[in-house]
């Protein structure tokens, strides 16, 4: 992890103008960073690899090998697993730069087990959100917080947002518990593991509604009373964000909310003095190609960095890559969808909210057991300009993992005996159809 290199000395934040509280001392979290999924723990190298074509092209990304509890409990695995590969992994290509490893959607019940093994931790608070604060804290949070009322000019931002105090109190009413169970948990973190070794990401992302900009600021403005040294935030986004599969919903309107986020947490970096690294972190659920134009135009803008999280996309190259491999390997890959579509339901029951597969584009098992190598790999890889592309059978497939987890050594040595095929598919996605468009263009 970082704190294993010389260059991530623990800084201590921006200091702020006002009298809020210093912030406890951190790790810190490099500019542009890319989150990456490796759920069975074979591909890190091949996505490390991405990075190092990437920094080639002259763009600093480091990569954050991020794994959540939940997907630790469907693969069966442990969260050292996950340092123990991505540290391989930066010792085999002599990584020179930064790589963390981050406890994915964690909360107080669950964050344990990652304390030894993860320096980013994801907190994530989206169920918190909506219930209802102490009156107390909410009359004392708005007191606190007059800026917040009236007329608030954010460079940047076109329209000034214009509030009232029982505006400010239902916000505050509605996310200072949400804040103050980020810092219960920071706080636990950062006892445990020492403040000046994490990172500490705050999520809203996995709720119904997206937050709009002037949310963002009584958020950031609560974290920082909270004393949170929050260096990245995944809020909701408008439009849906299905896993594997790219954005659905209004661009330009996504492009303005974006911008707005981006003005709003320069404003309160200044203002409330958080991390001046403080970062936008995009809970991608993988693949969304048509943002990426407007989020490498926007960043700039301000200067800012940026996270991206992406999971399902390494794994799906896995069947990619083994179906591309023939034989035993394409075999394999098809036995996975056969399953796959014997359980439909019970597969996306948990990924609901962020899938929308057509069963009528579902093709039978049968179908599929007549495939070439060919039409398995266009039909699944996301290429969304082959004749071949099948979104429905990638979802399904994207939700689909626990089967291979299931297969177990089998599947493992499959991976292992087809590693140069595989591991050229995984490296080929991240670097071609995300970090290329993301940073280079
Ligand atoms: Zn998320």
Redesign the pocket.
């Known amino acids: 992890m970082a704190g294993e290199r010389i260059s991530a000395i623990p800084v201590r934040p921006a200091i702020a103008y006002h009298s809020a509280p210093a912030l406890p001392s951190m790790l810190t979290l490099e500019k542009f960073s890319i989150g990456v999924g490796d759920r069975f723990a074979h591909q890190a190298k091949a996505q490390l690899r991405a990075c190092q074509l990437v920094a080639r092209d002259g763009a600093e990304v480091v990569p954050v090998w991020n794994k959540s509890n939940r997907e630790h409990t469907f693969v069966g695995s442990e969260p050292e697993s996950v340092l123990l590969a991505a540290r391989a992994a930066v010792q085999a290509l002599d990584w020179p730069g930064g790589w963390h490893v981050d406890a ?2 964690i909360r107080l019940e669950t964050v344990e087990r990652f304390l030894p093994h993860s320096d980013f931790f ?1 907190i994530d608070v989206a169920d918190s959100i909506g219930q209802p604060a102490a009156p107390e804290a909410v009359t004392a949070f708005v007191d606190r917080h007059p800026e917040l009322i009236g007329t608030i000019s954010i460079p940047q931002i076109a329209a000034p947002f214009t509030t009232t105090r029982a505006e400010i109190e239902r916000l505050a009413g509605k996310f200072l518990l949400a804040v103050q169970d980020a810092g219960k948990i920071y706080r636990h973190i950062a006892e445990k593991k020492g403040a000046d070794r994490l990172i500490a990401e705050v ?1 809203m ?2 709720t119904d509604t997206p937050q709009t900009p002037p949310e963002l600021l009584v958020i950031l403005a609560a974290l920082a009373d909270e004393q949170v040294p929050v260096q990245t935030i ?1 809020p909701k986004f408008t439009g849906r964000f299905n896993k594997g599969v790219d954005y659905v919903g209004d661009l330009a309107q996504f492009e303005r909310e974006f911008h707005d986020d981006l003005a709003v947490i320069a404003h309160a970096i200044a203002r409330y003095g958080l991390p001046a690294n403080l970062k936008l972190s995009v ?1 991608s659920g993988s693949d969304k190609f048509s943002l990426y134009p407007i989020i490498r135009r926007t960043l700039p803008k301000f200067g800012a960095g940026l996270h991206l ?1 992406t999971a399902g996309t390494t794994w799906l190259e896995e069947p990619i890559g083994l179906a591309e491999a023939g034989g035993e390997g394409l075999a394999f890959a098809k036995e996975i969808y056969a399953g796959a579509i014997g359980h439909v339901d019970e597969f996306c029951a948990p990924y609901a909210s962020v899938i929308d597969i057509d069963k009528a584009k579902l093709p039978t098992a049968e179908e599929v057991n007549g495939w070439t190598s060919a039409q398995f790999t266009g039909a699944l890889r996301h290429d969304q300009q082959h004749p071949l592309f099948n979104s429905s059978f990638r979802q399904l497939l994207h939700v689909s993992f626990k089967l291979a987890a299931k297969a177990g050594q089998r599947y493992l040595d499959l991976l292992v005996a087809n590693e140069e095929i595989v591991g050229k598919n995984v490296t080929e996605n991240l670097y071609v159809r995300h970090l290329k468009p993301l940073f280079i263009g």
């Open positions: 994915d959607h994801t999520s992302d996995e995944a809970h999280k």
